[in-house]
């Protein structure tokens, strides 16, 4: 049974750089082809991408947000971190990671999703 | 990026009717087109893949067509949980993008 669960602060501050961290089971992300990414939701809206980390190491990020984010994968520990600096409150948003099993394929399984809020 | 757009944004619909969505890329995607549905408060159930490739474990009412630029989600005899919103999702070039979503709530 493959599960993602996403945690983080709930709540950051205007200029302050988010750390979220997606721990999943079921799978690994050193298989060949396996990737796990990061899609956010602000509230009442529309599902966005936001950024991808393959086995490989290859990273894919939202065009509006590169120069924000960074991922990165921790294979050991089943572990993928999303870094987003200067956060603002259109930032806020629930943020689900979510594991697809070949590249180009569909998004299988998600976390449940942690809500951020950004408010001073 | 690849804009994709849906229609409806959203639409009421019954009990046993046939609902059909349309989603458009503002480019090329071949079959690189996914259907998700999202109900309040709860991460997106992935559908259909590959533009007309349903999930394992997804009711057959729902099928999806289309290549190219222009898809279609069709459920064919709406039942009361299928009442969500629903998005889909190019994934053939990055930045991936989704559409706006379609509401399909009770008439």
């Known amino acids: 049974q493959i599960t993602l669960k996403e945690s983080g602060p709930t709540l950051v501050k205007p200029t302050q750089t988010l750390t979220l961290t997606c721990t999943f089971s079921g799978f690994s992300l050193s298989t060949t082809g396996v990737s796990v990414g990061w899609i956010r939701q602000s509230p009442g809206k529309a599902l966005e991408w936001v950024a991808l980390?393959?086995?490989?190491?290859?990273?894919r990020y939202r065009s509006s947000l590169k120069n924000r984010l960074t991922i990165t994968k921790d294979t050991s520990k089943n572990q993928v971190v999303l870094t987003l600096t200067n956060m603002d409150p259109e930032d806020t948003a629930t943020y689900y990671c979510a594991h697809t099993p070949s590249p180009g394929g569909p998004t299988e399984n998600w976390g449940q999703g942690i809500l951020v809020t950004v408010s001073s | 990026d690849i804009q994709m757009t849906q229609s409806p944004s959203s639409v009421s619909a019954s009990v046993g009717d046939r609902v059909t969505i349309t989603c458009r890329a503002s480019?090329?995607?071949?079959?690189?087109l996914v259907w998700y549905q999202q109900k309040p408060g709860r991460a997106p159930k992935l559908l259909i893949y590959a533009a007309s490739s349903l999930r394992s474990g997804v009711p057959s009412r729902f099928s999806g067509s289309g290549s190219g630029t222009n898809f279609t989600l069709t459920i064919s005899s709406l039942q009361p949980e299928d009442f969500a919103t629903y998005y889909c999702q190019q994934a053939n070039n990055f930045p991936f993008t989704f559409g706006p979503g379609t509401k399909v709530d009770i008439k």
């Open positions: 980390i393959y086995w490989d190491d290859d990273k």
């Open positions: 480019q090329d995607l071949s079959t690189w």
